[in-house]
């Protein structure tokens, strides 16, 4: 009680950012709240909390649920600020604070007026949100319409709002919003409609900060030729122009959908774009940048400090948008202030978060094929002719592709543990056949010109892994197969247990050292949200969403896709899912 007062009396007081950035601070600090997506600016999803502990965790028993009413995908998770849960839902995207001193007693309920006949049928790979964030006294909702929304944390009332784009373009949004300091950031879905990605800033009043996009002139980029850096070179004049055939730039894609973190002491923010547009690779010569990148940008001005592309010219799908963890760690004998990003492509990189230098760069799921390797002096992969689909061109199948388009991971979060110092990863093993055909850009008009085909990787019939990995040497220490892709978000805790879901339902536990199973608990749906934890009246907890879809379980959201290569591929890999789960979307809440 003694932090809610203080939380409460610093909002007050927030008249500068200054302050602001103090609340949210001391709240992440707090272990026994959940204040942000992962729980702290720096996306560790890292509880010290250690009353579930290797040896009762065995023990742990269902205390509560709650339904959402909503039966569509339900990634994400709960935020949990001085007794009070808020949970959100997939479309409609409703929110829900639940109150913890009254059995999770609903005490608002918010639900938002959306046009369903213009969003959803523009919302690639399922109708998921993947949550809430925190700041002033309000709670940040990403609607999928692309309004963005500030709650009262108390009442539900809305403060403000604001519309930044047109679902009849193909632009939705399905990220949630991330709270750094006095900035609320936001950026946008649709690189399958030919959207523009960018990411847009507000102040917590709801006044337009800046936006910054990831191709086009460099002025509206965000770059600065001579000292935005790139493998520790400026970037020059034009640098995404000169990459991209005519003005194909305006419907390139890059969108910005995934997870961003921030570094207080830098005052800078980390994130990664998605894939160019179209999937056909013959119709976009060029390394297409900055589609496929991280970037590290000031949170003041949006400017890019530097920017690195994990895939030029992409041919797979294979989207950069997922997490960027910054840990301090020691590489090569030397302190660094890493940031670690396991990427679509299926390489796991570690760059120095200051300069944006490559440290690392090696496969985290073995069945990789389409490159040898990345060259750490020049960020290159060293390519395979063979998986190429530019080289073997439109209306040919490509065969045998490793990882699919879906990654060796998408967008499902990792954890990290600094007792350990590793990484606790759910993957995917998952491999594809590619045929690229021509198609035409028409505004609010899919924009794909691919077929796929998804299977197991070689030599075995599982789907999945989830894995302990050193980004110090870039190896993997222990993986456990799942029989599905491993798509829920994990969370490690400082008695040296991590969590996390399965698409069958299953909630897991396992030994952070070893990988061995402690404990699990099957869920009333397969579960794509990520696990988070947090202490009540003196007794932690254990919450996760459940509720099968996305892009794995996009045949089950969708009933009506049959063929294999509908959903982009996924309907055909996954069909046996509905042996083992059904549709849902249910709060679930484990203690001892």
């Known amino acids: 009680m003694k932090l809610k007062t203080l939380s409460i009396a610093m909002m007050a007081l927030t008249a500068t950012g200054a302050v602001m950035a103090d609340e949210i601070a001391t709240m992440q600090e707090n272990e026994n709240n959940w204040v942000s997506a992962a729980g702290n600016y720096n996306n560790q999803r890292y509880s010290k909390l250690s009353q579930i502990n290797k040896d009762n965790v065995a023990d742990l028993k269902m205390a509560w649920t709650f339904s959402t009413g909503v039966l569509r995908g339900h990634e994400g998770n709960s935020l949990v600020i001085d007794g009070t849960m808020y949970v959100h839902t997939a479309f409609p995207n409703i929110v829900f604070a639940l109150d913890l001193d009254n059995d999770g ?93 960018y990411i847009k800033a507000y102040g917590l009043d709801g006044k337009e900060a800046w936006q910054v996009y990831s191709t086009g002139p460099d002025a509206e980029m965000g770059f600065d030729p001579k ?91 294979y989207d950069g948008i997922n997490e960027t963890p910054l840990v301090d760690q020691k590489i090569n004998g030397k302190m660094r202030k890493t940031l670690v990003h396991f990427d679509r492509n299926g390489f796991g990189y570690t760059m120095d978060r200051v300069s944006g230098e490559l440290l690392v760069a090696e496969k985290y799921d073995p069945a990789v094929n389409w490159s040898n390797g990345v060259s750490l002096k020049t960020g290159l992969h060293d390519r395979v002719a063979k998986y190429s689909t530019a080289r073997n061109g439109e209306d040919v199948n490509t065969t045998g592709i490793c990882p699919a388009a879906l990654g060796s991971k998408d967008q499902q979060p990792a954890a990290y543990s600094p007792r350990t110092g590793l990484y606790y990863v759910p993957t995917n093993h998952v491999c594809m056949d590619y045929e690229p055909f021509e198609v035409e850009y028409t505004s609010g008009q899919p924009y794909v010109g691919a077929t796929l085909n998804m299977y197991p990787a070689p030599g ?95 045949g089950m959201a969708i009933p009506s896709l049959e063929n294999e290569t509908d959903g982009l591929g996924a309907v055909g890999a996954y069909k046996a899912l509905s042996s083992w789960t059904n549709l849902g979307g249910i709060l679930s809440v484990f203690s001892l």
Not at 255 to 274: R, V
Not at 292 to 308: I, Q
Request: glycine share 12%; aromatic share 14%.
């Open 227 to 317: 000292k935005t850096m790139s493998m520790l070179k400026p970037v020059g004049k034009d640098s995404s122009l000169k990459t991209w055939k005519g003005d194909q730039w305006k419907i390139g894609g890059g969108t910005t959908w995934g997870w961003y973190s921030y570094d207080p002491d830098l005052n800078m923010f980390y994130y990664g774009s998605g894939n160019p547009s179209t999937w056909n690779p013959a119709q976009r010569p060029g390394d297409n940048k900055w589609s496929m990148s991280l970037f590290g940008r000031d949170l003041d001005t949006g400017m890019a400090k530097w920017v690195y592309q994990m895939t030029p010219f992409d041919e797979w799908d």
């Open 105 to 197: 007693a609903i005490k608002w309920k918010y639900e938002p007026k959306q046009n369903y006949d213009e969003t959803v049928p523009v919302m690639c790979c399922d109708t998921v949100n993947r949550g809430l964030a925190y700041g002033d006294g309000k709670i940040f909702l990403n609607q999928a319409d692309t309004t963005l929304v500030a709650l009262d944390m108390n009442s539900g009332k809305v403060i403000w709002s604001h519309k930044r784009d047109d679902a009849k373009r193909g632009a939705t949004s399905t990220g949630a919003a991330h709270v750094f300091k006095d900035k609320v950031l936001v950026g946008i879905s649709g690189g399958e409609f030919g959207v523009r990605g």
């Open 460 to 554: 075995g019939t599982h789907l999945g892994n989830f894995i302990a990995w050193d980004a110090r040497v870039g190896k993997i220490v222990w993986s456990n197969p799942e029989r599905f892709s491993a798509w829920s978000g994990a969370l490690a805790t400082a008695s040296d247990v991590v969590f996390y879901g399965t698409l069958e339902g299953y909630i897991k536990a396992v030994d952070a050292q070893s990988g061995r199973e402690l404990w699990r608990f099957k869920t009333a749906s397969g579960i794509i949200g990520n696990v988070n934890t947090y202490q009540h009246e003196g007794k932690q907890y254990i919450s996760i969403l459940s509720g099968v879809g996305g892009w794995a379980g996009i």
